[in-house]
């Protein structure tokens, strides 16, 4: 029995428009999530100084927020498959915006711990978006242009990446940081006049973005998004599971591929504000002024995503991500054996070439899986804790070995990735005829 091919049930209108008005629904929420991912690169610099944290203790924020992703993907896969996706995507935007709201006590009463439990909550809702929007556009529309449509879908997670950094930079690193021995020497009615200030920073931006969450979950939950045949229908269908998607290969390795990626990404990012104001690579740059090539970090991701949706209609995505893959491993390891303006522009340039990997390596990870498919995105979003895992690797090495150095973990990332271009990411048609239930 062959698998079934997803039909999409269209409401009032012409399929094609119906499409249009649905996908750009979708990707407003991959702005939002990929606007609160990047908002952690600027929290991480804000609270590593506000509690004088080390490397590895700074890298929990990634760790938590990522951690999140392998430990609710399997239950955020569960809800949408009892929910649909566009139910799935409501409730991911409400949960979403709870966490967010909890930035507030968080700032108030200056507890890290507390701050990490907003982030995980935060990331929770962020998970069930992934596993609900990610096939969701995947799947809306011919399998042939599933490639081209998600990258195109994530360019505006690009977006929200790339304007993060400068509003983070804006509202949170606004202020110098003091040290507690700093804090200590000023007078108290100072004291804590200045730790007022540094809550206000990060509680009125986190209370604007939950608003805005939840005003997408209305919006989301008032729209007629067009529900997939088949494939909604098979996530209730107990006769798959995911054992069932993690025997093809290119499933496994995609698992393993994004964990790197994410990994590798999230590492790069998370650094760059304080490797580029180390006086030797940004010259002179503050923490404040770090945070725009952050922004041109992510930025180029929005760039090469736009491109990249272009390419991907006519280039083959497996040899176009091993390209992409060869090149960011080199520019990495141009970061690490150079200084200044060369060391700077290598790793920002790291951005661009991020770009096709996320989606491409999605879009081949659940490759012709037909009911398949919900389990597969569930395995694949759950390999997004890379990004808590990678990271923290990284803080030790940067402890002990120093930051230049540590970028060699990123750079290994990067070779798994050209592996699978070039070989894991193949699909073999035997092991998908035997994966349909009689």
Sequence with gaps: MELATPQIATAAGSPRQTHRL?????????????????LNDILIPHLKAQFELSWV?????????????????L????????????????????????GALMFWPAAAVHSYPVFLAALFVL?????????????????????????????LAQSMNSLGTTIAPLFGGLLILSAEPRSAEQLAAMPAAEALAYRAAEAQAVQGPYLGLALTLFV????????????????????HDHRYSIGDALRHRHVLFGVLAIFFYVGAEVSVGSVLVNYLSMPHIGLGLTEQQATTYVSMYWGGALVGRLVGAALLTSVDPRRLLGVFALVA????????????????????????????????????????LGPLTSKASSLLVMAIVGGAVIPLAMGWLADGFGLQMAFLLPMLCYGFILYYALRGSRVREAGLASTAPA
Excluded at 22 to 38: D, H
Excluded at 216 to 235: K, Q
Aim: aromatic share 10%.
């Design 22 to 38: 649905a996908l750009a629904v979708v990707t407003s929420i991959f702005f939002m999530w990929g606007f609160l991912t990047c």
């Design 57 to 73: 203790q700074a890298m929990l924020i990634q760790f938590t927020f990522f951690g999140a992703y392998f430990l609710m993907s």
């Design 75 to 98: 239950p955020a896969g569960r809800l949408v498959a009892a929910l649909g996706y566009k139910k799935g995507i409501v409730a991911g935007l409400a949960i979403a915006g709870l």
């Design 123 to 151: 990331a929770t809702g962020i998970t069930v978006l992934q596993v609900a929007a990610n096939p969701y556009v995947a799947l809306l529309g011919p399998e042939k242009t599933s490639h081209s449509r998600l990258t």
């Design 216 to 235: 997408l979950a209305a919006v989301v939950m008032a729209f007629r998004l067009p529900a997939i045949g088949g494939v909604e229908d098979a996530a």
């Design 329 to 368: 491993a080199a520019l990495l390891a141009v970061t690490m054996v150079s200084t200044g303006e060369l060391a700077k522009w290598s790793v920002v340039s790291i951005g661009l070439f991020n770009s096709i990997m996320f989606p491409t390596i999605f879009a081949l990870g659940i490759e012709r």
